[in-house]
């Protein structure tokens, strides 16, 4: 029978480790993603963004829940007596990708009986009262119930993978401390009230307690024990808490996999092994059989609890839970296909010095200090055949054209040029808009913890990230926008963030102010959130007064 049950569990395990490879997924988080960082691992986030870190931050990680059943059973002086179950509920949170911890729940329940009678029960208050020790025969029994409450640390043991992403089975030990309280109760009185007579069981059998008679020896028990489990068993000293049955320590260890059906569920098999300081589980502290020496007191009592668990992964913007996780997808994804890493420019040959390599250069001999076009060719802004770095008028509209050798044309009669001028302007001839293309392309924000207005190291260092944009971009204006028009206070705080910024980038940075478009208590963002967009072209001051002066925050 035995074999039969061990059978079934191998092949439901292997039936598990098919739908778990079935499940494996290559898919990983995006380390770029920043509502995944918590607000203390941001600035390790930025530094990061701005490669002036070369880790990314620990993103954020669901919790998981699960529940659980499965087989229990007491290891002590009187023999296993099942089948005994029990179940479990845990919580359980990644600290790391290898380590987390663990708290639990567990309600067990296991039986014993043995099929050895004992004489020498005279240290037994409960049994001695019922039975004459060295004269009646007695077989040792009890049902025990076990409350055990838990602290543990995973240790998980294969996410770490070297050839792929991630894994849809999981193995992983367990150690950690507990408290337990149990309730032990024998079967002593049949159900007319008196104490069962074995004489049956010992004239049957007598002689004859053999491993090879057990069987027919614990039916025969089975068939006299039919009264209930209402003798309490003996306890030790140990002092009640709350007035019910004593707490006592217990050190566990032990040992599970979990086999991924989707990324929110997952079932676990595992075996617990709890370890004790009492040897009363079992109701006996002195163990007298045919096979052992009377009156030999026995070790301490351990339990075990085998089970199969349903877990559940949750939280809110948030990775699955990081021991599903493999630390080394990032890196060995950023080196097969690099979106974040900073590659070192390849050298090749540039005779003439014009940024444009030779094999791509329509222009070879460029003159020193010439700007050219993608094509290597000397930049000719108003073509008017003159390049650009000889040109003394660079932009010479295409009616005063042809020019001279310096690139200086000459325009029509002055009763003309005011036409000519408003057709210049407005970009209609000369080849030139009425202003100047902005490239300075998407900004970073700036964000604040709290309700601070201070600018700390990581935020100073992404303004002059910006500052450095708008020094290469002569043309641009950036258009500062705070959020928050819920309330007074809202207001002003985006207010003061906003000019606080601005503040920074003039005084510390050089900006002309009017470089600047001053918007704040905006809707649609983050009221915590300063956003920095191309604002050329647009209309706005540069500055505003306090909206509500009162109560403008203080650095």
Known sequence: MASKKYTLLFGFLLLLVACSFAQESTSSYDVRDSSLIPAKRIPQHNEFLNNAYPFPAKPRNELEIGVKGGWSAVSGAVRYWGPTGGFGVHVRKALGYVFSVRGEYDWMRSRGLNFQPSTDYGANPVLSKYYTPGVDDVFYNYRTTIHELSLQGVFTLNNIRFHRAKTGFNMYGFAGVGVFTFSTFYKVLSSDGTPYDYTTITDQFAGQYTYSNRKAIKTALKNLLNGPWSTMAQRDNSRPIFGGPPFR?????????????????????????????????????????????????????????????????????????????????????????PRHMKLPKPILDDTDGDGVTDQFDHEPNTPAGCPVDTHGVSLDTDGDGVPDCRDKEKITPTICQPVDADGVGKCPDPACCKDIKDLIDSGAIGGVGGRSKCNIGDLPSIIFKGRSITLNKDEQALLATIAEKMRNNPNCKVAVIGYGESSKTAQQLSWDRVNEIIKYLVEKEGISSDRFIFRYGQTGGDENTIDLKDGTGEEGPNTLPAPHPNLRKKN
């Open 249 to 337: 320590p217990a050190g566990i260890v032990g040992g599970g996999m979990q086999f991924k059906l989707t990324d929110k569920f997952n079932l676990g098999l595992e075996d617990k092994v709890s370890f004790t300081k009492t040897n009363l589980i079992d109701g006996e502290q002195w163990q007298e059989t045919g096979f052992v020496k009377a009156n030999a007191q026995t070790k301490n009592d351990t339990y075990n609890f085998l089970s199969l668990g349903l877990n559940y992964n949750f939280g809110k913007r948030s990775v699955e839970p990081l021991w599903w996780l493999n630390p080394l997808d990032y890196a060995y994804g950023e080196i097969n296909a």
